[in-house]
């Protein structure tokens, strides 16, 4: 079955940049979208479409795209950024698919 | 305000059956495809199925196949998950999410507004 691959954990000290990236075969055909997730909480949408951010959501929150994988990244890490990351595609006959998830520590 | 409530979770023994509601306000439900997304404690989420606008199509996982039906019923505002046989393994929080518009949305295929989730234990 079609897979997502983030890394575990993440970890930055605020005001840095963190870079969470999410990797599968699909992705150069498939958007992919990204999801906050704090503890006791529903997901949140921060990226749709690779690159672009809902309104509401801080500047600071980016995604980008090349080839198999696609990046998010937050500039200017604050400590409120601390949470989980998943991110959301499709495999080729379009069933939706979650990467395992990217914890970010802010040190 | 845009809303998504979830009920009918509990503690279930291994084999029986729940059924999950998930009612809708503040935006035209007809007209949004639905999902159910499930995160097992401590795991990542996990996507259950999803519903076309006009309940026509639906889709699940392969983990669920043929004992989770998705149903909804457009004049009450609200989706359904029926869960039959149930198993250990589908002991999760279960979120309801908003899909796509019949027509397009600004969003593409993203989850755009989730539900705050109920919980479902399956324990002898």
């Known amino acids: 079955s079609y897979e997502l691959t983030q890394p575990p954990s993440v970890s930055v000290s605020p005001g840095q940049t963190a870079r969470i990236t999410c990797s599968g075969d699909a992705l150069p055909k498939q958007y992919a979208y990204w999801y906050q997730q704090k503890p006791g909480q529903a997901p949140v949408l921060v990226i749709y479409?690779?690159?672009e951010r809902p309104s509401g959501i801080p500047e600071r929150f980016s995604g980008s795209s090349s080839g198999t994988t696609v990046t998010l990244t937050i500039s200017g890490v604050q400590a409120e950024d601390e949470a989980d990351y998943y991110c959301q595609s499709a495999d080729s006959s379009g069933t939706v698919v979650f990467g395992g998830g990217t914890k970010l520590t802010v040190l | 305000q845009v809303q998504l409530v979830e009920s009918g979770g509990g503690v279930v023994q291994p084999g029986r059956s729940l059924r999950l509601s998930c009612a809708a306000s503040g935006f035209t439900f007809s007209s949004y495809a639905m999902h159910w997304v499930r995160q097992a404690p401590g795991k990542g989420l996990e996507w259950v199925a999803v519903i076309s606008y006009d309940g026509s199509n639906k889709y699940y996982a392969d983990s669920v196949k043929g004992r989770f039906t998705i149903s909804r019923d457009n004049s009450k505002n609200t989706l359904y998950l029926q869960m039959n046989s149930l198993r250990a393994e589908d002991t999760a929080v279960y979120y309801c999410?908003?899909?796509?518009?019949?027509?397009?949305?600004?969003?593409?295929?993203?989850?755009?507004?989730w539900g705050q989730g109920t919980m479902v234990t399956v324990s002898s």
């Open positions: 999410a908003r899909g796509p518009h019949a027509t397009g949305t600004t969003y593409g295929d993203a989850f755009d507004i």
């Open positions: 479409k690779d690159s």
